[in-house]
Structures are given as structure tokens and as C-alpha cells.
């Protein structure tokens, strides 16, 4: 089985699978690099990421300020968003090396940073993918399971699902740091790349089939068995919480999730199949494949500034929370703190009557 370099890392072609490096990798056997990816073309890729980044993390950072902020916000649901906004965030904070890493035809961060931002690209592929899988789950159990929902569905629970989620992603980013290093490329320039072991011919399938299985084709699997159970159930009962309004949120925030999870698969799987395509050898130095593949990284890219909007535009409780940030009211109060006045409001009234209320006038 014939890779286009022997030195090539399968983990290196985009977001969460590989860095843009790849791209040079896979491509080096032709001399002209400039016909295939002029410096125009460079600029617009950096200018691109520039954007994503800026985006992704004002959105992101957003998610986890209000769920943070808001008493009202820290829900089971909401625990597992702010993971997934977590690691998009840190993702998204690597951005701007990768797009000087473009526009330089060279990584120039030296091998620690190289490190860094292999190993966050793996963590965020899998933390993304396990989460969405977890809430995916968490989704079933609220639906399908109500009673049993009631102690399973709690923020601390959520919390520590959250965590185990980090621990099990750290199976593959702890070693995607030990292997991420930056190599001379003759002379030419330097590359920071995911090093696999030799023999290459037989690390490289099945280190490429293992990342697709557990991080893109398992957790869809997974995923689509819970929405499946979750149609059939919402389609034969009509009332599922005993509350019409109740009822709503749920059905609201299922769809939710169901819409961030889907437009997860819609971006990754272009990605995911070409770095599976890649992995198992299949010839991929082309220039109609160059421009597809530069397509499907920043597709991936867009996902992690994507979810934010998409909560703003699907859930209520987001978009109040959104609405008030940016147009804080000089009156307006924080839920907690408004109960808590009313709360004070009533102790001292009701003092007050307690003390004065039932004393006759002198």
C-alpha cells in the first residue's frame, strides 16, 4: 500500500483529524506548489480562519458566560452544550497558527506548540463527538424514560459525565502530543505533522480506521438508535410529562439538540471519509481533490462557530440570555437576583405586619 510521503501523519489532514499540513504532504510530489495552491488562494484560506476564529470564539465564549451567569441556564442539557463549547473553544484558539501555518507554507512555532495543537485538535475531535453522543443519550432518557429521567438528569450528574468524557478523550490526545512533532521537509520548510510508527504501510490503516470508528461512525450509530427510539415515542404518545408546556420544552430542546447533531454530521462526514480514504491508501494527489479537500476542512471549521447561532435561533432561554447581554437593560435584574429581592421584600413586610401590623394605635 503506496502513501503519497512516507513521512506523512494520517492524523493531519483538518479540523479534529488533521492540520492543513497534510495538504503540503500530500501534494509535495509536485514541484510547482504555487500552481496548486497560489499565494491568492493562501491568503483567502488564512483570512478565512481568521474569521471562523473571531466568530467561533465570541459565540462559544458567549454559551459558556450565560450558562455560567444564568441559575436558570444550569441544566443537565446545558452542562453537556457548555462541554461542547468548551472544546470548540480551545479548537478554535489554534486557528491562527494553522492559518499562519497556511499562509507561511511552514510551521514556525517550534515543537512544543506543535504539540499542543495536535493534541487540542484530538481532544476536540473526540470530546465534540462523545458529548454529542452523551446528550444524544441524555435526549432518550428525558423522552423515553420520564420517571427515570427525574434522578438521572441532574447538573452534578451531568457534570461528572462531562469529565469522564475529557478523561476517555485523553486515550487518544495524550498520545497525539507524545507523536506530534515538526519535521524538515528537505530543507524546504518545516512541517508540524502527527508521526506515526513504522512500518507506516500498517500503522497508518488502521490507526486512520480505529479514529474513524470510535470518533465519527460509532457515536452516529449510537445516535441515530436514540432518535429512532425518540420518534417512535413521541409519535405514539401525545402528552409525555403530564404538562402541555412542559411537553413543548421537551419536544423544543430534543429538537435542538437533534439540529446540532445533524449539522455536526452534515460538516464532518465530507472530512471523515476523505481522511478514511487517505488512511487506507487511496491516491488523493490531485488539484480538483486539493480544492474539495481545503472545502471540507473548512466546513469542519465552520461547525465550531456554527452551534452558537444555532442555539440562539432554536432555544428561547439562549436567545433571552443573548438578547440581554447585548442590550442590558439599566432595570433589568438576573432571575436569582429578583427572586432573592422578592424574597427579601416579603420577609421584611411580613416583619413588619408581625411586629407593628396587630398593635393597637396609642
Known sequence: MEFPNDSMGFADLGHHLYNQSLLQNNFSQFNDTDYLFPRSVRITIAV?????????LVGNCLVMYVIIRYTKMKTATNI????LALADTLFLATLPFQGTDIFLDSWPFGDMLCKAVVSIDYYNMFTSVFTLTVMSMDRYVAVCHPVKALDMRTPHKAKVVNICVWVLASAIG????MLGAVEDDHGECVECILVLPDPRSYWDPVFGTCVFLLSFLI???????CYSLMVK??????ILSGSKEKDRNLRRITRMVLVVVAVFVVCW???QIMALAQSLGFNLASVHTAVLLHFCIALGYVNSSLNPVLYAFLDENFKRCFREFCQPSPFGLDAQQSGRMRSIAREVAYNYKTTYGNSNPA
Do not use: Q
Open 219 to 225: 457515536p452516529v450509530v449510537i445516535i441515530s438508535m
Open 80 to 83: 453537556y452544550i457548555f462541554n
Open 269 to 271: 462526514t465530507p472530512i
Open 233 to 238: 415515542r413521541l409519535r405514539s404518545v401525545r
Open 48 to 56: 478565512v480562519y481568521m474569521i471562523v476564529c473571531v466568530v467561533g
Open 174 to 177: 495524550v498520545p497525539a502530543m
